[in-house]
């Protein structure tokens, strides 16, 4: 045992014999407004963590139980999953240590994540001096559907209560009483996730004019504090075979966490190669043989060649650089790349470039949000600086928001000739946060690269919408932004520094910003944006290197408010964690202040 360990059990004998550990605890949460605290808060946690996973749980759960953060069954399932997890890192890692700063900041979001550690991803050859160039003939595009963060509710109960006090409603849930005072119908609402009928309906609509989908995932519903992992097993097998029989094209799908957790292989106690290998084997009709191995042996990534084109599809698991994957903090050794995934990308790209392939990156989430942990994103930056002649798109999904951003050679000099590469972020179909969309692009099928993208939308207010949903354009890229770029011609793709030049259009015509944020969320809860919250907007669309994106955690607010207010439009909500264990705590403090003094 470490001596800060020693330190700490004789520190709980003492004092904790007479005194309420659950004290010392909702003390600390009250105390920890800035990093510095927000590390002292660790130590009484720390603690409580010796004390063995149970102890954790059921201390944790009782705070969150008798501040109500969450109703009692929200507390009990969210905690119960994810306290182990917590208490684990907790008994693993030195409590002032860089990893419990970047706890502190994925948890608590009171420290600023700290400066990226320095590395230099070794790649097997040298940029070539002329590297091939990929150039349209004008050869008719093809099609490819970009659908994203499903959240297929298989629970999902038509005339149940649309209006709930748990995080996602429209469930039969056994603590609800009374008849509804909005009942769901059979299609979906706004605080709901995506009813099967639905999700089959946005499929049927898909099938009818692509070459091929991608799928940047999240299939399971939002209540993670229920989910297990049979439900889990069930849901991607099923969608995989909805998929199949209704897509009536391959889809190359991208891995998502299941409850956000993929532990890495250092991490000896758990594992989730159970995922892998189910996704493994149903993935296999699209991607064939040769690939579902590698989903097995590569976290859930992989790589194929769509058949009859020179395009490369590289779909590599992101989660091991999400902030709310909490089993990346068990241990102060650091490990610039989990699971190998940065070297799996490189591997794939040194193959597409030697073929004279061009290749496209597919992920569930943005490498670049507030929610990535900075070092991974550099040095996968340093990965799409290196092969940005091969890369002719990525595609993400997660933020639930229709949505771009920007890799720069120069990230000092933001500017058209500089921005190599785009991501381009899918709207989701959840209807959470908006109207259920798919993203359709029009690919050169020569240079891989996007002439247009449409939006389709099913729109939730049309009379017809819970009966027979209809999916229809909500608007083209091309015909909308195109006019902001006075000099893209009807040839051109609509490339890295193009949209750079719309992002500079957005800065000068206010009126074509707020048609993009209207767009976000399909025309739904559309947020005000004033200035600042538009330079952060515009910022972040610049900055698929999460270093440079303007998130920063507030200093001095109670723990980082997220989606509140007036930081809602600035920084993003995330909706794919969900209910979990970072969402509980950010909820303590308030409550604290609220209801704590008749605990
Ligand atoms: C939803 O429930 C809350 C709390 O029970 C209630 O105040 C509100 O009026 C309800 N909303 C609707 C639309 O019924
Ligand atoms: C973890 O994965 C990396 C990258 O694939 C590999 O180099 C390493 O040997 C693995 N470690 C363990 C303990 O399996
Ligand atoms: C500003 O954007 C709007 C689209 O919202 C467009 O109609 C208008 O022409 C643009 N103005 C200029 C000066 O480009």
Known sequence: MSSWKSFLALLLFFTCATCSLVDDIVDAIENAVDCGSCHALLVPLAGLALLGDSAFSSTITAVCKSLGVEDDDVCEGAIGQQGPILANNLRSISPFGQTATKLCDSVFGLCQPPAVNKFTVPFPKPAPTNPKTFV??????IQVVHFSDVHIDRQYAAGSDVNCTKPICCRNYADHTGPPSVAAGPMGAHNCDTSPSLAQSMLRAISANNAFSIFTGDVVEAAVWLVDRNEVTNDMSVFNNEMAELLGAPVYPAIAAPVNAFPRNTTSKANAQWVFDAQSKGWTKWIGAASATQVSHFSGSYSVVHPGTNLRIISINTVYWYKANFWLYDSDTLQP????IIGFTVQELQAAEDAGQRAWIIGHMPPGRQDTLDDQSNYFDQVIQRYRNTIAGQFYGHSHQDEFALAYSDYSKQTAENAVSVGWIAPSLTPRNGNPAFKLYDVDPDTYEIMDARVFISDMDDPSFQTNPTWKL???????????VPDLKSTDALTPSFWHKVTEAFASNDSAF????????RGINIESCDAECKRVTICDLRALRAENNCDDATPGLNFRKRGDGAMRSATHDDDCEGTGLGHIFSKMPSKIVSTFKVY
Request: glycine letters at 10%.
């Open 337 to 340: 790349d989990p699971n190998g």
């Open 514 to 521: 707020q048609q993009y944020i209207s767009f976000k969320n």
């Open 136 to 141: 349209s003939t004008g050869k008719p595009p």
């Open 474 to 484: 909500y608007y083209s890229a091309r015909e909308t932004y195109g006019p902001l």
